[in-house]
């Protein structure tokens, strides 16, 4: 590899000079500019590749001692990173939540680094502060649907905020339960509130013995996050059982109310909308009614599902999102944003003045600079990608992206109900779903058995699964995910099942069909297979 | 504005083809790609615009209905947003910690983007984790320098993490003093752990009033917004005075053995690496000693200065770095590589296991996921960027950066000392330093007047400095920022200064003696000034 010149002035060059056209980086960056997904096909290498095999190439922990030509290490960039990188843009890749995303964003991309805007503060950020002021009241406004009058006095309001702009979901659903947190122990007489004394003192003013979170066992693991970080410890997290995926309002009441009567503080209810796993979206207008009852915040965890809100075919499913204290909302997920546009919003725009700071050197009182009410310090300009996705898609645009969304993963529910040998687990709500392969002789058997029987066919078809999802995995054609569900046939334990998200515009009735079928081939090559179909599965596996 | 056709047609069209060569945002890219300066230069408008006046173009609270063309939205873009943004590439723009990116960073970017892969879990990002964990070592053994077996054995080891990646230096010491807490207040006989149990539990197990941290009045305000989201409350933030802008080992012992004795924990010192107004460096390792002493966590934010660990020259500046139990550094600083790239490094590599977490389709125990360690769920290729200017700078390089900086910094300081009219009051450590404007007159009446006229003449001075700093960024050829800072000088208040970054490598002598020259125009212009010359300042302004 080339040792580049060690020299101030080769080091100003860099700074100044362009890479020149021929440059093996500028090629890459022709080739993604003309087809990306050519590039990806061409450089992401589809055969399996273990993990171990590729940490051999990132094993070296010291710095390199000398210049690389940058030439020269695009090429190892190439060798190196992309080929065993994911590709994100396969109309095949179904299993995870990124997506490929529209070309606009490439130039984006180099715009938003180009200008290198730090959005903490003014100074440093300028209109990209109104910007992402803008942005985050769009989205209030998508949500809460306020007055004129209300976005006219807010918007731009250095004492208010609509939300806080954040690096992801799972900053933007701490964000809002810190929010919750500082505003349910606040100052009183001889109280300074949870932000200026602590927690421990809070609980002792407030006379409480803990603080609980409530949510359903498929709320996201950032919740647990969220707890521990917060202080109010992973215990307090009261997940409560949904084997029907969604969080009932009378459990969640009954729940709530025996902690309350135990002396404890419930700090909120997470509504999910849009659960990872499987897409369902909790009963948001029933939770609110109990969140009201109850007197405690109301969070709806949104970062999937909010896009839904663009369909007016589809925005009844969120109903009750709009009563929400507080609401997450990542754009780059079905918004198709990149990676790092997460977003808490907040109904009442006094809220987040519970979290805010100020400093002499910055966010100095009265300014309008963002890091006063944020997590976070330092930020890039990515509120411009959002911006931008808002008005080149426009409405009507993410409307249509979202319905055919849904509409793909309900013709997807539609063939695995009529293939005789795969079970489908549950109905999409969203553009999410989950299905499990199984011999359509086991599917019979399965609503006859006794207990016993139905557990050893489940434990083999567990592992059955398992095995073809990683078969197909390694096989680099297509790609689902699987996790464990507590489903309502099988109450005392889980089920694996395979979990597909269907986003990416790209994908095609054609590659669920060939991703169907592909699954089936390997299924039915597996000796699980022939032990299901010969009878011959064991009751005690 | 044109409204673009809304169909499916049309999506999937954004979504696979390319802009045409010749529209609007091809332009832009071209232009950023073969000169960013003269892009920025052209674009950025230099004139003052008030931010109200901004404000008007990103006033419209509505989801944009219909989509746009990209090219008519790329018009927009340049009017509204990059016309009124801030140039940080400018040379005389000396009053922030960003500046000008090395021009691969664009091509980059765009591959980044391109990719978009998401490196909470390997699923989903595949040679990024190994590539992100690589970066984490490199940056460890920069600042730790274990020897080679250590790496091997830590590098790619599921249960252990040598660092967190963060989109910035804030979570990254919040995401250190969370380990920190965890750990301090970690499980015991009859105690499942602060993480579990939360903190007012622990506070009772433990048996103590308060958890503490330590650091000087200079340390950043993400601590002052870490201890509040952390449950331990602003109050005990113990940040001590430092007329000399750096924490005295002996302040720090002494504050801290009265805090244990009321029965209190201090959880951590933090020690700054380059404080973010003057760039000082706190005695690190006395600072590690009397943390020892005390027996509790030694953290030290280096958000800024972690870099000045490549240059042979300067890195014993940092002394005692390496006896921190957890380190903070920014890339997007000194390391020139794009905002969002912050990093938390762990001396011990079982101590990120306090914060641990799976779940059932994600983060599995046994995965290399590294979601399962990091605060942030869904996350960026970011280390990409790091990783490339690792090896295109190389030590080397970044050494010389770093040298050239801090040279500057002290040609600065000279140039002031130098002048009659200027008064250097912070001395580079790094490349910071804060001076104010002040008439040579003045200055020798300071060394002899009484408090009360001193008072006075300070209340002017800070008036001038204001007004100096304020015209001067309306002029809009250049930008230092200001700050309030205590000094030896006057004990009883705090002085207004004009704060200067030098990290630019762009910026040369002569852009330094043009902004000396610009301000001491302006400031000779002001009534302030004929007033002090004029021996007209008040003494109870």
Same mark, same amino acid.
């Given at each position: ?9 080769? $080091? ?47 094993? *070296? ?11 020269? /290490? ?24 990124? %997506? ?44 809460? *649907? ?30 809002? #339960? ?20 602590? #927690? ?10 803990? $603080? ?11 919740? %647990? ?35 309350? =009567? ?17 897409? /369902?979206?909790?009963? $948001? ?23 839904? $809100? ?140 006794? *207990?016993? =029987? ?72 597996? %000796? ?5 179909? *010969? ?7």
């Amino acid at each position: 590899m080339g040792e580049a010149q060690v020299s101030l002035r080769h $080091l100003y060059r860099v700074f100044t000079k362009p890479e020149h056209q021929d440059s093996k980086l500028a090629q890459i960056e022709q080739h993604l500019s003309d087809n990306i997904l050519d590039f990806l096909s061409q450089h992401v290498v589809t055969k399996k590749t273990s993990l171990e095999e590729i940490e051999q190439d990132f094993s *070296d922990s010291r710095v390199p001692e000398s210049p690389e030509f940058v030439s020269s /290490h695009a090429e190892s960039l190439l060798d190196k990173l992309v080929a065993h990188s994911v590709n994100t843009y396969s109309p095949t890749f179904i299993g995870h939540m990124t %997506s490929a995303l529209p070309y606009f964003h490439l130039p984006l991309s180099k715009l938003m680094v180009g200008l290198n805007q730090n959005l903490v503060k003014i100074e440093t950020s300028k209109a990209f502060t109104p910007l992402e002021r803008q942005v985050l009241g769009m989205m209030h406004n998508l949500v809460y *649907d306020e007055d004129e009058a209300f976005y006219q006095r807010y918007l731009h309001s250095a004492l208010h905020s609509l939300g806080a702009f954040c690096s992801g979901g799972t900053i933007a659903n701490i964000t809002a #339960l810190w929010v919750a947190r500082n505003k349910a122990l606040g100052p009183q007489k001889g109280f300074a509130g949870v932000s200026r004394e602590g #927690l421990a003192a809070a609980y002792r003013h407030y006379g409480i013995n803990n $603080l609980g979170l409530m949510c359903s066992k498929r709320g996201h693991y950032s919740l %647990s996050k969220a707890v521990d970080a917060l202080g109010i410890g992973r215990q307090q997290l009261l997940a409560l059982p949904c084997p029907t995926q969604t969080l009932k309002p009378e459990d969640a009441l009954k729940a709530g109310k025996a902690y309350q =009567e135990a002396g404890n503080q419930l700090l909120a209810i997470v509504g999910v909308g849009g659960t990872t796993e499987t897409g /369902h979206v909790d009963p $948001l207008d029933e939770l609110a009614d109990v969140a009201n009852e109850l007197g405690c915040w109301f969070h709806v965890d949104a970062a999937w599902g909010g896009a839904t $809100l663009f369909s007016k075919q589809y925005r009844h499913k969120l109903k009750g999102i709009e009563r929400a204290d507080s609401v997450t909302i990542d754009a780059h997920k079905q918004m198709y944003v990149p990676m790092g546009a997460g977003m808490a919003l907040f109904k009442d725009p006094e809220n987040a003045n519970v979290v805010r700071h100020h400093a002499q050197y910055i966010l100095r009182e009265g300014s309008k600079d963002l890091g006063a009410t944020t997590l976070e310090g330092s930020r890039n300009g990515m509120a411009m990608m959002v911006y931008s996705s808002l008005h080149i898609f426009g409405r009507r645009g993410y409307e249509l992206l979202i319905d055919q969304s849904i509409e793909k993963a309900k013709t997807f529910a539609d063939m695995i109900n009529r293939h005789p040998d795969f079970e489908l687990i549950t109905t999409p709500t969203l553009s999410l779903l989950t299905y499990r392969v199984c011999p359509k002789a086991i599917q019979a058997r399965l609503k006859v058995a006794a *207990d016993d =029987e139905i557990n050893a066919l489940n434990q083999t078809l567990d592992r059955l699964v398992v095995n073809v999802q990683k078969l197909q995995r390694e096989a680099g054609k297509s790609f689902v995910s699987r996790t464990r569900l507590e489903i309502p046939g099988y109450p005392d334990r889980s089920v694996t099942v395979f979990r597909v998200v269907l986003a990416n515009p790209l994908t095609t009735h054609h590659d669920l069909a060939a991703i169907l079928a592909e699954q089936h081939m390997i299924a039915s090559g597996t %000796s699980d297979w022939q032990d299901l179909e *010969d009878g011959k599965y064991s009751l005690t596996a």
